[in-house]
């Protein structure tokens, strides 16, 4: 009888004391546990918001190219094409790139008298610092306006990295030409993303 009831003190106090709470050593592993935990999430969100900035810029950035791009190809389009006169410095061959890099498109003949007139517009695209620009010099009084003159209009887009256009009239990848047809290669860097190349076509024509 006496055994019974010693075992089942011993019960007793076991429960007791098991039901006073962690030990010092407990307490410490589950907060070391918790800070591990912690900071294993605020580094995943960190890299998260890194990763979703990078994708953004990157995004804005193919962006601009894009627009950029956009703006010459309109603008050769309206124009007619290149003036290779003005773009590039002579005599040119397969490889040759624009030495500024600027790019001169030939007149817009606005009211289709097939000679230049007031209201014909001609077309610059450069880059300033990371700044891609677009001039338009529109002809009046009976002679075109220097390009730093007033009247020219300037439209600009940013975060661009570089610029090149390069003359390539035999194409089939010579001297590093991207496309097997005449014309001149358009080539825009973004700041982060890929390169954008498309191809123009090119006339020689000098303007006054």
């Known amino acids: 009888m006496k055994k019974h009831f010693s075992k089942s003190l011993s019960a007793i106090r076991y429960t007791l004391y098991a039901k006073d709470g962690f030990t010092l050593v407990e307490l410490m592993v589950s907060a070391l546990l918790v800070g591990v935990v912690f900071l294993a999430s ?25 627009l950029a791009m956009g703006y010459i190809a309109t603008g050769v389009r309206e124009t007619g094409g290149v003036d290779k006169s003005a773009t590039f410095v002579g005599p040119l061959s397969d490889g040759d790139v624009s030495p500024n890099p600027e790019l001169y498109t030939l007149y817009a003949d606005e009211d289709n008298s097939g000679n230049e007139s007031d209201g014909d517009k001609i077309y610059r695209y450069w880059l300033d610092g990371n700044d891609f620009k677009k001039s ?73």
């Open 42 to 66: 605020i580094s995943i969100f960190v890299t998260a918001q890194k990763n979703s900035a990078r994708i953004s810029e990157q995004t804005i950035n193919q962006h601009n190219v894009n």
């Open 136 to 208: 338009t010099k529109i002809r009046s009084s009976g002679s075109w306006p220097a390009w730093n003159h007033a009247s020219v209009i300037h439209e600009a887009i940013t975060q661009i990295g570089a610029l090149e256009f390069k003359y390539c009239e035999s194409g089939g990848g010579l001297a590093g030409c991207a496309f097997d047809s005449n014309g001149i290669e358009v080539k825009i860097t973004p700041m982060m993303g890929k390169d954008y190349i498309s191809k123009v076509p090119s006339f020689n024509l000098a303007h006054d």
